[in-house]
């Protein structure tokens, strides 16, 4: 089955931290552009976050710059977003994504959602 899967969400205190995890089933990550995004109650999905598949190229959302960090390890077939400095503006839902293309740069996935795959979403809540 091919799919994408999420885990390392939860509940955090203001200031805290926490990383998710991302991996496939199916086919592998590391030919590929991987995302994090999410989504807040009444609130369109945002790109957070996406990094190339070589590792060289990544990008953030303005409102995650300087605590956010991504990363992959594709002997793992796993993608990471470490989460510092939680807010509660952080709360969200998280989602995982892969395009529909080896070639899709982290600029179209993460800024114009050219996505083909979804995780099922992982929840993120910052609350003291």
């Known amino acids: 089955q091919v799919q994408l899967v999420e885990s390392g969400g939860g509940l955090v205190q203001p200031g805290g931290s926490l990383t998710l995890s991302c991996t496939s089933s199916?086919?592998?990550?590391?030919?590929?552009?991987v995302g994090w995004f999410r989504q807040a109650p009444g609130k369109e999905r945002e790109g957070v976050s996406c990094i190339s598949s070589g590792d060289d190229g990544s990008y953030y959302a303005d409102s995650v710059k300087g605590r956010f960090t991504i990363s992959r390890d594709n002997a793992k077939n796993t993608v990471y977003l470490q989460m510092n400095s939680l807010k509660p503006e952080d709360t969200a839902v998280y989602y995982c994504a892969s395009p529909p293309s080896a070639r899709t740069t982290i600029q179209a996935m993460c800024l114009l959602q050219v996505v083909d795959r979804w995780g099922q979403g992982t929840q993120v809540t910052v609350s003291s």
């Open positions: 199916g086919f592998f990550l590391n030919y590929y552009t």
